[in-house]
């Protein structure tokens, strides 16, 4: 089975601190998402890349920036974090033309 | 991407068919239905798709109308696992260019003993 890890289940951070959201999926996918999941808001789409160093912005990129130097690796940096960004981050990871499959999350406390 | 409308919640009993029904009325020729779920506290899982005819795996059973305006996720014996967030989403074919999924509010389904 395709498994994306997100390497934190919980994160607290204080306002203003850099933080590195990390995904690694074991199955050579060329597509990697991040999504951010808000009560009421449903999933929205921050980044997505379709290739190594490759990144597209998704429909909330503001805030966010992405780095993907490795194909299994797809990190999502908040360069200042705020209040306002505490959230669940969603990770995922598919092959051009198949469905998605998604990590465990990442709950993030921006405090 | 096609907008679909779906119930906010539907409940059913242990053991019996859940049919959660998706419209998609402006959905075009090339593009497909895609089912997930959300279980609480987990990510999204995908359960199905199809384009133009019936699917079944070893999850749940899509029905899609022959106009494909609308669809049903069917799952056939219903378990208090399958109590979850079921999302339907239209989907341009990844020929079209870099589709993503753009998920809804979905179905909170709750299945009761």
């Known amino acids: 089975d395709v498994k994306v890890t997100q390497s934190s289940r919980y994160l607290v951070k204080r306002t203003g601190e850099k933080v590195f959201l990390e995904c690694v999926q074991d199955m050579d996918h060329e597509n990697m998402f991040w999504y951010r999941q808000d009560p009421g808001l449903g999933l929205r789409l921050i980044y997505f890349s379709y290739d190594v160093k490759m990144k597209e912005k998704g429909d909330i990129p503001e805030g966010y920036s992405v780095s993907r130097e490795k194909k299994e690796r797809f990190s999502l940096i908040l360069e200042s974090a705020s209040t306002n960004q505490t959230s669940m981050y969603l990770c995922a990871s598919s092959a051009t033309g198949h469905g998605y499959t998604f990590g465990s999350g990442t709950r993030l406390t921006v405090v | 991407d096609a907008k679909t409308t779906q119930p906010t919640s539907m409940d059913c009993a242990e053991g019996r068919a859940a049919n959660l029904p998706c419209n998609h009325s402006?959905?075009?020729?090339?593009?497909?239905v895609y089912w997930y779920r959300q279980i609480h506290s987990q990510g999204p899982q995908y359960i199905i798709h199809g384009l133009k005819n019936n699917e079944t795996n070893e999850m749940a059973s899509l029905i899609i109308t022959e106009d494909r305006k609308s669809s049903t996720l069917i799952l056939p014996h219903a378990t208090l696992r399958d109590t979850a967030v079921y999302y339907c989403i239209v989907r341009p074919p990844m020929n079209s260019g870099y589709s993503t999924l753009t998920f809804g509010k979905g179905t909170m389904l709750l299945v009761s003993p």
């Open positions: 402006t959905i075009s020729g090339n593009e497909y």
